[in-house]
């Protein structure tokens, strides 16, 4: 777990360097009204943030990068930070929806730290790679939405980390790639197996085998991305994404992912006794019956998880 697990309540205006950029006035002050808020903070230290935000948007989750003097480049302390705060996540009950971002400006994630790599030989590089693949897929297969927010640079490992999101929100500055073929090496966190899920197989070919980097808007037009907003507006659109799955019912939620994500990966007949499955265990849930109380009710359910 995370090292340092004391929770502190803050209020009042965070730094701008736990701010999220803003280029207008309007996503200033929506910034600053979400964030004079209290949160809780779970991870002082290191290259990696996690807390909660509290109020109205409590179940909401931020997970932050905060490593500006590499760039978040991605060393042995960040991937263990991410490890960490990943369990985290996965044992809190009271978590809806994960936020993936960064507090370096114009920058999501660079990579793998290759000044850090060089030092390393064959082995040590095959585990320190195996052991980021299998934290990407532990994001991948947490039960509830994630959402990377992608403000400048996702290369290489950091578009891999983006991928293993559910959901994508960049901003129009941002910049992909996976370059490792430039290297002599391949994308080895799941870049070769996810983009080609996401975007189909031949244009995957394309960016893996060329290496290129790629803009916002091409990144939204192949599907890389949901949504591509002004720069410096990812986080406030990936946060109003997260308040609207936040007010749905979070066993659905969480039935509906585990749905979708076994499914697409069988033929149609046994993809579809997979929801059957799981349309089962959400029948008989105090939820359900609480959304059918509302609706004739006509106000706003309140949901329980159970």
Same mark, same amino acid.
């Given at each position: 777990m995370l090292g340092l697990r004391r929770i502190l309540a803050v209020s009042g205006h965070l730094s701008s360097r736990h701010a999220p950029v803003a280029t207008s006035s309007s996503a200033a002050s929506s910034h600053s009204a979400v964030f004079v808020r209290a949160l809780q903070i779970l991870?002082?230290? #290191?290259?990696?943030r996690l807390q909660k935000l509290s109020a109205s948007d409590s179940g909401i989750v931020e997970l932050r990068l905060e490593r500006p003097e590499a760039k978040n480049a991605i060393g042995k302390e960040m991937l263990h930070g991410l490890r960490n705060a990943i369990e985290e996540v996965a044992a809190d009950a009271a978590a809806n929806v994960v936020l993936v971002s960064s507090s370096v400006p114009k920058v999501f994630c660079a990579g793998a730290d290759l000044k850090e790599r060089r030092l390393m030989g064959?082995?040590?590089?095959?585990?320190?790679?195996?052991?980021l693949r299998s934290t990407f897929s532990s994001i991948e297969a947490l039960s509830i939405p994630t959402i990377a927010v992608v403000e400048g640079a996702a290369f290489g490992g950091g578009l891999e980390l983006a991928l293993s999101c559910d959901l994508r929100v960049c901003g129009k500055d941002a910049k992909f790639s996976l370059p490792e073929t430039g290297l002599a090496i391949i994308p080895?966190? #799941?870049g070769t197996q996810?983009?080609?899920?996401?975007?189909?197989r031949s244009r995957a070919k394309e960016l893996i085998f060329t290496g290129r980097r790629f803009d916002a808007v091409e990144a939204v037009t192949m599907g890389v991305v949901n949504y591509c907003v002004p720069t410096g507006e990812a986080y406030q659109k990936a946060l109003e994404i997260a308040r609207e799955i936040n007010q749905k019912g979070p066993l659905a939620i969480k039935t509906a992912k585990k749905a979708i994500n076994q499914g697409t990966e069988v033929d149609m007949t046994s993809a579809l006794a997979v929801e059957?499955?799981?349309?089962?265990q959400v029948l008989h849930t105090?939820?359900?019956?609480?959304g059918l109380a509302a609706f004739a009710e006509k106000r706003k359910p309140v949901y329980t998880g159970k």
């Amino acid at each position: 777990m995370l090292g340092l697990r004391r929770i502190l309540a803050v209020s009042g205006h965070l730094s701008s360097r736990h701010a999220p950029v803003a280029t207008s006035s309007s996503a200033a002050s929506s910034h600053s009204a979400v964030f004079v808020r209290a949160l809780q903070i779970l991870a002082q230290q #290191g290259p990696v943030r996690l807390q909660k935000l509290s109020a109205s948007d409590s179940g909401i989750v931020e997970l932050r990068l905060e490593r500006p003097e590499a760039k978040n480049a991605i060393g042995k302390e960040m991937l263990h930070g991410l490890r960490n705060a990943i369990e985290e996540v996965a044992a809190d009950a009271a978590a809806n929806v994960v936020l993936v971002s960064s507090s370096v400006p114009k920058v999501f994630c660079a990579g793998a730290d290759l000044k850090e790599r060089r030092l390393m030989g064959p082995n040590e590089v095959r585990d320190f790679v195996n052991s980021l693949r299998s934290t990407f897929s532990s994001i991948e297969a947490l039960s509830i939405p994630t959402i990377a927010v992608v403000e400048g640079a996702a290369f290489g490992g950091g578009l891999e980390l983006a991928l293993s999101c559910d959901l994508r929100v960049c901003g129009k500055d941002a910049k992909f790639s996976l370059p490792e073929t430039g290297l002599a090496i391949i994308p080895g966190a #799941g870049g070769t197996q996810r983009l080609p899920r996401i975007i189909g197989r031949s244009r995957a070919k394309e960016l893996i085998f060329t290496g290129r980097r790629f803009d916002a808007v091409e990144a939204v037009t192949m599907g890389v991305v949901n949504y591509c907003v002004p720069t410096g507006e990812a986080y406030q659109k990936a946060l109003e994404i997260a308040r609207e799955i936040n007010q749905k019912g979070p066993l659905a939620i969480k039935t509906a992912k585990k749905a979708i994500n076994q499914g697409t990966e069988v033929d149609m007949t046994s993809a579809l006794a997979v929801e059957e499955e799981c349309y089962e265990q959400v029948l008989h849930t105090q939820d359900r019956l609480e959304g059918l109380a509302a609706f004739a009710e006509k106000r706003k359910p309140v949901y329980t998880g159970k």
